[in-house]
């Protein structure tokens, strides 16, 4: 269904290793960037309620952006 896409975004929004955490820069990510990558995403998505969706998480996260 939403397969492509959600690959799409784990793909594009990988930091680079070296790259001091930046997102969106034109370098590639390594497979082993992508791995390092959609392992903490995972573990990250563990934690949070299965009820809560897309909406609800960006919200929370830009928030804390904001917070910090």
Do not use: C
């Not at 793909?11 to 903490?40: C, F, Q, Y």
């Amino acid at each position: 269904m939403f397969d492509d896409e959600i690959v799409e975004a784990l793909e594009s929004s990988a930091p680079v290793k070296g790259d001091h955490g930046r997102i969106g820069d034109d370098r590639t990510a390594t497979a082993a960037d992508m791995n390092l990558w959609r392992r903490s995403l995972l573990r990250f998505l563990n934690e949070i309620d299965e009820d809560a969706n897309v909406g609800d998480l960006r919200r929370v996260l830009e928030d804390y952006h904001a917070q910090a």
